[in-house]
Each structure stands twice: as C-alpha cells, then as structure tokens.
Nanobody, 126 residues
Framework: QVQLVESGGGSVQAGGSLRLSCKYSAFQNCMGWFRQAPGNERERVAAIYTSADRTYYADSVRGRFTASHDNAKDTLYLQMNNLKPEDTAMYYC??????????????????????WGQGTQVTVSS
C-alpha cells in the first residue's frame, strides 16, 4: 500500500496562487491530482506519466496549473496560479503503476487509481 500525504491547501483570493505537495512512500509511474467540490463528482485536473515526464491537464485548468514531481524528495506538486472561485474543492493526489503513457492519459476516473491521499482543502474567494 502506497502512502500519500497532501499539504499546501488554504484560502486565497481570486487571482492568487497556491502550491500543493504530495509526499509519497513509493514511486509509481502515473501520478494524478483530483478535486472534489461538495455535490460534485471527483474529477481529475492533472496527471504525470513519470516514465516519460509527460503531463496531462483538464481543460478547466490548462495554462493555470502545473504538475511536477521531484523523485529526490518523493514529492508530487501542483502549482496553481490565477485561481478562480470555481477551483474551490478538496484536492487529492493519487498514484498507480500503468502499462504506458496512454493508460495514464486515459485514467480520468477515480477507479483508475489504486492509491489515494487524505486530501487538502483549497478555498478561493471572489
């Protein structure tokens, strides 16, 4: 069982920035960030196929969010800029090992990832 611990959430005004971190206990080749607002389904906002260092983003965050990882620190990051009130949600990191970048790219569902963190809250006020 891979352990994941998120941190870095908080409250900011619209237009502000936050950087989320996810410390992982074991390296896996597909790492994602999801978010879930009250009453909504959990949605993936970004993923990294670490074997080829490819990143994938939801349309709603492309150009504002950047996912990265630092293997030396066993940490996954999500840099969030130009935050909007609609970005308010609980943010989760998730990881799994997959066969190829195609599997990571198409892993949009919660069920596609085996390992999850406990989440960190992001609140953006207007």
């Amino acid at each position: 069982q891979v352990q994941l611990v998120e941190s870095g959430g908080g409250s900011v005004q619209a237009g502000g920035s936050l950087r989320l971190s996810c410390k992982y206990s074991a390296f896996q080749n597909c790492m994602g960030w999801f978010r879930q607002a009250p009453g909504n389904e959990r949605e993936r906002v970004a993923a990294i196929y670490t074997s080829a260092d490819r990143t994938y983003y939801a349309d709603s965050v492309r150009g504002r969010f950047t996912a990265s990882h630092d293997n030396a620190k066993d940490t996954l990051y999500l840099q969030m800029n130009n935050l909007k009130p609609e970005d308010t949600a609980m943010y989760y990191c998730a990881t799994d090992n997959v066969r190829s970048d195609t599997y990571c790219y198409t892993a949009w569902r919660q069920a596609d990832f085996a390992n999850w963190g406990q989440g960190t809250q992001v609140t953006v006020s207007s």
